[in-house]
C-alpha cells in the first residue's frame, strides 16, 4: 500500500507589479539561471547520467516534486544504514524518511520560491528542479562508501548547513502574503529575500557538483576545503535571519495601522449591525401585522363555517367585571359569600381537594356545588360561590395564561351546543398560527360539519366531543389549559350530564395540563359521580359547600 502523498500546493505569489526588481537583482538572478543551465548541461553528458536524475529535473513545479518524492520516498528510507547517525541519514532520520525530509524541506522554502518567481523574468523557474537534483544526487551517492575522514566531515558540514538553513525557515510562511506596501522597509525586504535565494541556489549547485563529481573527485574536493559548504550555507542562514529581523521591523510598523483598520471596520460594522436591527424590528413589525391579520382571517372563516352568531360572540372585555357587580347588587349581607377576603373562601382553598386540583401535574376536573342557606326566602338567582371563578378568570388573564370560560345566564337555559362552541372558539385563538396549516383547519371545520349531519342524539354527543378532544390536543405537554365554567346548573336540562363528559373527554384525550373548573347552584341541579361516564370520572373532583350565617336577618 503506498504511502499518502503529502500537501505541497503551489502558493499564488504576489501580484504582478508588486515586486519590481532592481537591475543588479536581474543580473545576479541571471548568473545563477546561467549556472543552473551549466548544471543541466553537464548532468547530461554524463555517462552515468540515470532516469531518476532526469526525473529530479523535471520537478519544474511543487506539485510535481511532491509526485515525484512521495514514489521514492518508501524505497530511499530502506536503503538506509540505521546505525549511521552521521551525515544525510541523521537529518533524513528526524523525517522517519529520506522522501518525507525532502518534502518538508522544500514545504519552507516555498514561500521564497514564490516571491522570486513573483518578480518575473523567469527566475526561480529552474530552483526547484535544480534543489530537487540535490537531494537525488545525495541519495545516490548514500549507496557508496568512503573512509576518508575528510570526506567524511565535508558531508557532515553539508547535511548540518542544510539542516540548520531548514531550521531558519520554520514559520517563514507566514510572512509571504502579509507585507505588500512600496517603502523602503518592504524594497529592503525584497532583497533580502532575493540575496538568500541566490545563496541557496549557488549552494545547492556546488554541493549537487559534489556529490555527482565521483568518490575520488570528492576525496581531492573535501581535502581543498571541508568548511566550504558550512561557510557557504553560513551566509544562506544570516540571510534568513536578517529577512526574519525585517519582516519583525514591518510587524511592528504596521500594527498602529492594521488597529486603525480593525477599529474602522468594527465602527462600520456596529453602524451596520445597528442599521440591521432597526430594519429587522421594522420588518418583524410588519411580519407580526401581516400574521394577526391571518389569523384574523382565519378565526372569521371558522366562527362562520362553525355558524357561531351573536349568542356564541367572543367574549366581552368587561363581562366578567359587569358580572362582578351584579353579583354584588344582589348577595346579602347577612350570609357567608366566596369574596377573596372571606374567612370561608379562604378555608376553602387551604383544603387538600382544591390544592390537587391547582398543583397537580396531571389533568384534573373540579365540580364545586353550592347549597343556599335554608332559611333563605326570597329565591336567589346568582350563587354565592360565583367570585371564586370570577377571580380566577380575572388572574389567568392578568398572568397570560391560556383560558376559556363560559359565564352562563342566571335566568334563562343555555344550550349545550352553545356552552362547548364558544369554548373551543376561546380555545383556538390561541392556537390560530397552526391554523395556517390548511389541512388543520380544513379538519375543524370537517369535524363541525360531521357534528351537525348528525340526527340522534348520542351520535351528536360524540361528534361534538371528538371536535372538543381535537381542539384540546392542539397545546402540548409543557402547556396547562384552564377551563372556567359558571353556572353549569343553568345549561339546558338534556345536556348537563353531556356537558360535564365533554369536558371530561377534554380531560382523557388532553396531551397539555388540562384544569376545568366548573361551579353548580345545587338548589337548581345536582348529580353524583355515578352519573359521569367512568372512563374519565376519575378525573372529577366533586366538593359541595353550604352557606352559612353571618347574622340572622332582620324582616
Known sequence: MSSPKPSLECSEGLPEGRTTLTEAQKAELAVVKGKEIQLRKWFRARKDYSEEEEGALACQNFNKFADYWTNISVQAKND???????????????????????????????????????????????????????????????????????????????????????????????YEDIYRDIDALEIDLRSKIVGAYISFVNLAIEATKYYKGGGKWRWIRSIRGPMMFKEMATEVEEQIIAIRLRCEDLLSKSVSEIKKGLLADVQSLDLKLGNLRDDNKELAAQINVLQQNTDSTILGSIHRAWGLGETIAPT????????????????????????????????????????????????????????????????????????????????????????????????????????????????????????????KMNHLIDLYQQYMLQTRLAHRQEALQELAVYV????????????????????????????????????????????????????????????????????????VEKQGVIAEPDY
Open 80 to 174: 538506509f544504514n540505521r546505525d549511521r547517525q552521521w551525515g544525510w541519514r541523521k537529518w533524513a532520520r528526524k523525517y522517519q524518511s529520506f522522501g518525507a525530509g525532502v518534502l518538508g524541506f522544500m514545504r519552507d522554502w516555498e514561500p521564497l520560491i514564490n516571491i522570486v518567481q513573483g518578480g518575473g523574468g523567469g527566475y526561480g523557474d529552474m530552483a526547484i528542479g535544480t534543489i530537487s537534483l540535490l537531494f537525488m544526487a545525495s541519495l545516490m551517492a548514500m549507496s557508496l562508501t568512503y573512509v576518508a575522514s575528510s570526506k567524511e566531515k565535508s558531508e557532515g558540514y553539508l547535511s548540518e548547513a542544510i539542516d540548520g538553513i531548514k531550521d531558519r525557515m520554520l514559520g517563514f510562511s507566514m
Open 316 to 439: 366581552r372585555p368587561d363581562e366578567v367585571s359587569t358580572y362582578r357587580r351584579i353579583l354584588c347588587e344582589n348577595f346579602e349581607e347577612n350570609y357567608e359569600q366566596f369574596w377573596a377576603s372571606h374567612q370561608r373562601r379562604n378555608e376553602f382553598e387551604k383544603t387538600r381537594r382544591y390544592q390537587d386540583w391547582k398543583q397537580s401535574g396531571s389533568s384534573k376536573l373540579f365540580v364545586l356545588g353550592g347549597c343556599t342557606h335554608i332559611s333563605t326566602l326570597v329565591q336567589q338567582y346568582y350563587c354565592w360561590l360565583s367570585p371564586l371563578l370570577l377571580d380566577l378568570i380575572e388572574q389567568k388573564q392578568r398572568d397570560h395564561e391560556i383560558c376559556a370560560y363560559y359565564l352562563l345566564p342566571v335566568k334563562r337555559h343555555t344550550p349545550l351546543h352553545d356552552i362547548i362552541m364558544s369554548i373551543l372558539f376561546q380555545l383556538i385563538k390561541h392556537r390560530s398560527f397552526l391554523l395556517r396549516d390548511q389541512d
Open 472 to 543: 384540546v390536543k392542539l397545546f402540548t405537554s409543557q402547556e396547562t389549559v384552564y377551563v372556567l365554567v359558571d353556572r353549569l346548573d343553568m345549561c339546558e336540562k338534556e345536556g348537563r350530564l353531556a356537558l360535564l363528559d365533554t369536558l371530561g373527554c377534554m380531560i382523557e384525550g388532553a396531551l397539555c395540563k388540562l384544569r376545568v373548573f366548573v361551579i353548580i347552584d345545587w338548589a337548581y341541579w345536582s348529580f353524583e359521580l355515578e352519573d359521569i361516564d367512568k372512563t374519565h370520572s376519575k378525573h372529577f373532583i366533586l366538593c
